[in-house]
């Protein structure tokens, strides 16, 4: 007769995620019960559900197991990705409450928990270890986001962003979970782990066309979730046309969960295959970020220049994963919070950037912003630098990890190609500072006055970059403990 | 208390932020709260150093050493820093009188830039950041965060010399010190990449000042003299000597506390101070010991040449500094490390006085000329004149202070200067040229200070009908005048020689860091030899347990003390007169030229027009690096800017924008908005993706 197990309810092993998912529930219940001045409350009620989740995840962290029959690693590198998706949802929420002075729709219940449930999707997509439980995360996540990107219901280019990332999305899945039926049918069986030993004792069945096609496939699908070339094309579409918040919780959190899974995936299932990876990676790596920044420079639009620049990022992140070592795993970890910091933040400003109604996110409505908004200004540099790699902010210190260790693994050319990359990005990056200080506004425009969640979201984010950069060592200690407990 | 060590730096900080954040508005409210802030700051400061420093004292001689580490800084590979700071009597000495000095020209701050309007916050803000720069320059426990400090009062003295920016003159003496600065900061960079490399060939990759001294005989001769010369090229920039000096008399453009401060007490010796700390490695090297010594003592001689002939007080005053910074090179050079600290010390004290009391005068004359009018400039002595009774304090102070500098007997400049020129003609590496050189300087120093304090204070007052409108500074400049004034006098007693009696208080406290290396050899050797035949066996053996490496040496100069023992105290005494009557001259000299027969200067000034001309044109040292240096650089730069940036860089560049406005316009057809064709390049990336593996499944 089948046994059947029914695995334990360790529910300590999925306390924030857990604490995430009540939050959301919780805001939606209020917003029902609630009455019109209840609505305020909704993003408190998210803050406080994002704080806990946070303290908990620190308070639980140190255990290392396998939870639910396998389906989730509870592991360090688990932990990192949950910390930052937390830090990213917190910082999202913090910029939404201000946000809905330009954007009233988004004070409603439904919109803090699809963002807290995308949260939830996130965080899983890190700790899953079953290529089942990804897929459930991943969509978890995605459906969420396509809500969220096309939540101005009544202006047309966020509808049209939702629509696309959705069509794009679904076909990009597709191809995800043909590719895991592949390897279903190769190995016989999800269980990530157990991918991993049974390539490792099956050698001779690694190169056969069902296994390469499940990887080929399964890399599209991921490429499509880290806007890799050429899996890009949706992202300056989807970025421009979302609201900006959302801008800012999707470029970071969903890259950062979707490349948690894919360095899970392929370092623990596919280990053995590293060398046949590597070159179609070293190629990607290269096009990717010198696509996205080459492209970059040409926008005047502020969103589809991050856009791109995000793509760019994806680039100097596939290096990590091309040089594949613990050392660069931790790296790839380290760069992701210090690119979610600044991301989230230039995204905070620009959301910052409107009025009822309104938004300015031409690149010359940047124009004297600096010295009109000298908070905004100055975060906006500090972010702006830390995006472009220089010291003493975070960017600068994650390119300086993934660099290094590309050089020590003999990715020289990689490494070249990734600083020459950052110096083009330098023109694009620097352009938006030099039209806050160096030049007079075009137009008039007028804005609110930055509110005090925006204040702590922007304080918090620049504390963030200027800290990974001046003392890196918590947080890269960090990463490398987190990096090494990669089940 | 040691492990607050890290509130000294802190409060500084917390003053800067207070006031560089929030400045503005304060002073809006209350311009009182501003410098409340910034004091109080560094008064706290000030009290937590003096707290460690009593504890510091209670100690055993051999057990003043403590580190802490405050802070992971930088962890990569193996390099591997911390912001850390270290308790030893090097340190807490120049902490204490740092932060004791700086305290008072912030209090003196407060009456001089009172009438800045606006801007007195900021220049606030610039001395606290000053202040934390300095305190971390001096109890890093490691040369990187030493750097950083290095770097800061960099900058800060770059921002305090262009403090009023408006008048383009101050701007551009700014940016001269700074550029200046940087190529010493450059070669002592360098030194550190050197240094670091050096030791961890041998598996010691440290920048720790206790690790580097430690292990420091693992590096080569050689590679000791390369690394001592650049971290000196870098002590010529920041303290001002042959050949980089060029920046400092063009500072004094900045407001006079920021002359006192900066340029006078605290941040120019801190080249001096690297040495000191530095004492282990370049006892390594007696050539680069030898180099230092010569430049020192030609700085001493060619700046006190140029200060007898300028007219506006503050360049008479930085020419004496450059000349006196020059004095306490020479006595590093000769491996008298105490002694060149001890100057350092005294030199604070007068210096700052000097600068004070000259801000005082200069803020007197600029009011009287305010008050009716009148664009002279309250900075030329000949404009000056008879303030002796009109500004009593002022003159008093200052006079005591002129005393000191001049090495006059029982004030403080003269043990310091005294035991630098004794060390320069008795210690192994000193000679009778280093010591003629310093003792010349020393003549040419009490004239030239004591020309100043006649055309200033003495005979009538030249100023024209702003005469009776001069008038004694406020209180709040008074008070750290007369408590400089005190310490002036009085400083000098912490080191009394042997010779003199005394027990050279300030010796046998710095005796802990400065007897690592040979320093200390060769101290004992000259302690041994003036104090006659007896102790020289009982050094000598005390030198041999000291370094089995140095035992041959040291037994030398060891014997060689024992024989001349009676000999030399016989000679310090003698030198020790010859110099206070070379000064008495220089003094004398000057009260003929300046109060008796007036128009003897004028006439020698014809007479020797040439040479005249050559001092009061600074020997032209600007206008040949002009010719030398800048203007080949300019010429360079200006083929770089035509040539090659507009020619080639933007030829490519623009090439470049052309191709990428084609790709992108071809780009732009994909990205055409239709979710089609972005379906289509996933297929794309689908069929390569796929293509690729199955090849590699083959």
Known sequence: ?487 | MFDYIWLVPVFPAIGVLINGLLGRRIEAVSKHLIHWIACGMIALSFTVTCVIFYQLLQLPGDQRFYQVTCLDWIQSGVLQTYIAYQIDPLSMMMAMFVIGIGFLIHIYSIGYMWEDEGRYYRFFVYLNLFMFSMINLILANNYLLMFLGWEGVGLCSYLLIGFWFDDEANAIAGKKAFITNRVGDFAFLIGMFLLFTGLGEHGVWSLQFSEVFTHVHYLSQSQATMICLLFFIGCTAKSAQIPLYVWLPDAMAGPTPVSALIHAATMVTSGVYMISRSNVLFSMSPFAMGVVATVGALTAIFAASIGLVQNDIKKVLAYSTVSQLGYMFLGLGVGAFAAGMFHVLTHAFFKALLFLGSGAVIHSMHHAYHKVHCHDDPQDMRNMGGLKAKTPITFWTFLIATLAISGIPGFSGFFSKDEILWQAWSSPQGSWILWLIGAVAAGMTAFYMFRLVFMTFFNECRAGEACEHIHESPPSMTGPLCVLAFLAAVGGYLGVPHALGGSNLFHQFLEPVMGLGDGKLLHDATQAASHGVEHAAQAAGHLMHAAAGHVAEAAGHAAEGAEHGGESMFMEYLLMVVSVALACFGILIAYIFYIRKREIPAALAEKYSFIHRLLLNKWYVDELYDLVIISPLRGFAYFLWRGVDVGVVDYIVNGVARVVGWGSSVVRYIQSGYVQSYAVSVVFGTVVLLAYYFLKAL
């Open chain 1, 1 to 487: 007769m089948l046994e059947f197990v029914v695995p334990a309810l360790n529910l300590k092993a999925i306390l924030p995620q857990l604490i995430l998912a009540l939050t959301a529930l919780t805001v939606l219940l209020v917003d029902v019960f609630a009455g019109k001045d209840g609505k305020t409350s909704l993003g408190g009620l998210s803050l406080i559900g994002v704080v806990a989740a946070l303290v908990t995840l620190f308070l639980s962290r140190g255990d290392f197991e396998s939870a639910y029959a396998g389906m989730l690693a509870v592991d360090g590198f688990g932990f990192f990705i949950t910390l930052i998706i937390c830090l990213v949802a917190l910082l999202s929420i913090l910029v939404a409450i201000s946000y809905e002075k330009v954007c009233p729709e988004i004070r409603s219940g439904e919109f803090y928990s699809l963002l807290l449930f995308a949260a939830f999707g996130m965080s899983f997509m890190g700790s899953a270890s079953n290529l089942i439980m990804i897929f459930v995360a991943l969509e978890t996540m995605s459906i969420s986001i396509y809500v969220l990107a096309g939540f101005k219901r009544d202006n047309l280019k966020s509808i049209e962003s939702a629509l696309k990332y959705f069509l794009l999305g679904a076909f990009a899945s597709g191809f995800l979970l043909f590719g895991f039926a592949l390897i279903y049918g190769a190995a016989g069986t999800l269980d990530i782990v157990k991918l991993g030993s049974f390539f490792t004792a099956h050698p001779d069945l690694l190169h056969q066309p069902l296994v390469m096609g499940g990887v080929a496939l399964m890399t599209v699908g991921f490429g499509f979730k880290i806007a890799m070339f050429p899996f890009h094309m949706w992202t300056p579409d989807v970025y421009e046309g979302a609201p900006s918040v959302v801008t800012g919780f999707m470029a970071t959190g969903v890259k950062a969960a979707a490349f948690a899974a894919l360095v899970r995936v392929f370092f623990v299932a596919f280990a053995a295959l590293q060398t046949d990876w590597t070159t179609i990676m070293w190629i990607a790596a290269l096009l990717t970020m010198t696509v996205g920044n080459l492209i970059a420079i040409s926008q005047t639009n502020i969103k589809r220049m991050l856009a791109y620049s995000s793509i760019a990022h994806a680039g100097y992140l596939l290096i990590g994963f091309v040089v594949g070592s613990e050392i660069a795993r931790s790296a790839i970890l380290f760069y992701l919070l210090g690119y979610a910091f600044a991301n989230i933040g230039a995204f905070a400003v620009i959301s910052a950037m409107g009025s009822k109604g309104e938004e300015y996110n031409e690149l010359s409505d940047f124009q004297g912003v600096g010295f009109k908004y000298p908070m905004l200004g100055l975060t906006m540099s500090i972010f702006l630098f830390s995006m472009a790699g220089i010291p003493p902010a975070a960017g600068f210190m994650g390119k300086f990890f993934i660099f290094s260790e590309a050089i020590k693994a003999g990715y020289v050319w990689l490494a070249i190609f990734g600083v020459i990359n950052s110096v083009i990005s330098l023109y694009y990056y620097l352009g938006v500072i030099v039209r806050m200080y160096f030049k007079d506004p075009e137009r008039e425009i007028s804005i609110a006055a930055p509110a005090g969640t925006l204040v702590a979201a922007l304080s918090l984010a620049a504390f963030g970059v200027l800290q990974m950069g001046i003392f890196p060592s918590y947080v890269w200690d960090l990463a490398r403990a987190s990096a090494k407990m990669l089940m």
